[in-house]
């Protein structure tokens, strides 16, 4: 019997666009202020793509990192995995267009669709194709334009959302951050809570539903808030538990609300510095914030004195989907 393969991170990358929005351009915009959105969210800015990019132009720049930081070329990859409710198109995939502006071989390459869990998904799949031998390293990406699907005449969402990519290189030759767990749930019931309605097969793309501006992102915060805080904590506690005998180090949860993490945090009695929080500069980017938030803390030193300590990255979103990957860094 062959053993399962160990699997790890080998390299990080990032990348989020120049232009910033702030809070005061949004003031301008919407009957909102910086004090609500503050108080509210704890988001002062996000970064807007420019105008002629899209979301494969975040993730080709974050991958490009990634690789470079792993030491391998895009001709070592074995696969590319990509999570994104903003793919640059319908069809194709954006992990294809990656594949082709990489240069990489003619291997295996898809989008996964879990919404914010979206990351967490992919790198729970890619973990899957390495541990059993099927692949050496896969190029897993978090990249959003979610500008481009939100309407800033809504000031309950318009408020929230950025744009960025994060990418990470799994692998079976890694120094840190080895896989001991995933955990993946759904519950399709709370499909309404956070809904692009138009642009699928239920409401395709008419005149009507442009008009009634249901092609953008429509959210039910308070519904989110009770089941984020909640989820957040279970899943923290999940991995405490499968995880007896290695110390919680950092958690990078995904960039939701300041509140609604600190809400967690609290009632999970952790320290303010063993939970990463960029979500002032980036508000909520999706699939991209748990890997932006991992490259940034690794980069920026926050986990040298982590080794040997569990690092739990925690997603939840539309679907709903939730989930969570335990590494021991
Ligand atoms: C969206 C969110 C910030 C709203 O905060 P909240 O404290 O729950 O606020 P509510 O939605 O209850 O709204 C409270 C009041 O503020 C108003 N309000 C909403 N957005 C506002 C804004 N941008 N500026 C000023 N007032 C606003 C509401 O109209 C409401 O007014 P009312 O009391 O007169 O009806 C918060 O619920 C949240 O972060 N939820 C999760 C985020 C989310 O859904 N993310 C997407 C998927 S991951």
Redesign the pocket.
Same mark, same amino acid.
């Given at each position: 019997m062959t053993a399962v393969r160990r699997v790890g991170i080998r390299g990080t990358g990032a990348c989020v666009p120049e232009r910033v929005l702030s809070n005061d351009d949004?003031q301008k915009m919407?009957?909102? =202020?910086d004090e609500?959105?503050t108080t509210?969210?704890g988001i002062k800015e996000r970064r807007i793509i420019a105008d002629d990019k899209a979301t494969s132009d975040l993730a080709i720049e974050a991958s490009e990192k990634a690789l470079a930081d792993a030491g391998i070329s895009a001709a070592d990859l074995d696969m590319i995995i990509v999570a994104t409710i903003s793919s640059d198109y319908v069809i194709p995939s954006t992990a294809c267009l990656l594949q082709s502006r990489l240069k990489a071989r003619h291997i295996g390459a898809f989008d996964i669709q879990a919404?914010?869990s979206g990351f967490i998904y992919a790198v729970a799949t890619a973990q899957k194709f390495i541990e059993s031998g099927s692949a050496h390293n896969v190029l897993v990406v978090g990249a959003e334009a979610l500008s481009r699907v939100t309407d800033y005449q809504d000031?309950? =969402?318009?408020?929230?959302?950025g744009d960025g990519a994060g990418a990470v290189i799994l692998s079976d030759q890694f120094e840190r951050g080895e896989i001991l767990s995933v955990d993946l749930h759904a519950d399709g019931d709370g499909e309404d809570?956070?809904k692009i309605k138009a642009g699928g097969s239920r409401h395709s793309a008419s005149h009507q539903t442009v008009d009634g501006r249901e092609h953008y992102?429509r959210?039910?915060?308070?519904?989110?808030?009770r089941f984020?805080v909640s989820r957040m904590v279970e899943l923290v506690e999940s991995a405490r538990q499968r995880h007896p005998d290695v110390a919680l180090g950092l958690v990078i949860p995904?960039q939701?609300?300041l509140?609604?993490i600190e809400s967690a945090r609290d009632r999970l009695g952790l320290q303010d510095e063993q939970v990463y929080v960029n979500i002032d500069r980036f508000g909520?980017t999706?699939s991209a914030s748990i890997p932006i938030g991992l490259d940034e803390a690794r980069r920026a030193g926050r986990l040298d004195g982590e080794q040997g300590k569990l690092l739990v990255m925690c997603a939840?979103?539309?679907g709903l989907t939730w989930g969570a990957v335990s590494l021991k860094w």
């Open positions: 949004l919407v009957d909102t =202020s609500w959105i509210r969210t919404a914010c000031r309950a =969402s318009c408020i929230l959302f809570f956070i992102m959210v039910r915060g308070r519904d989110v808030y984020a995904h939701v609300n509140r609604i909520n999706s939840f979103g539309a």
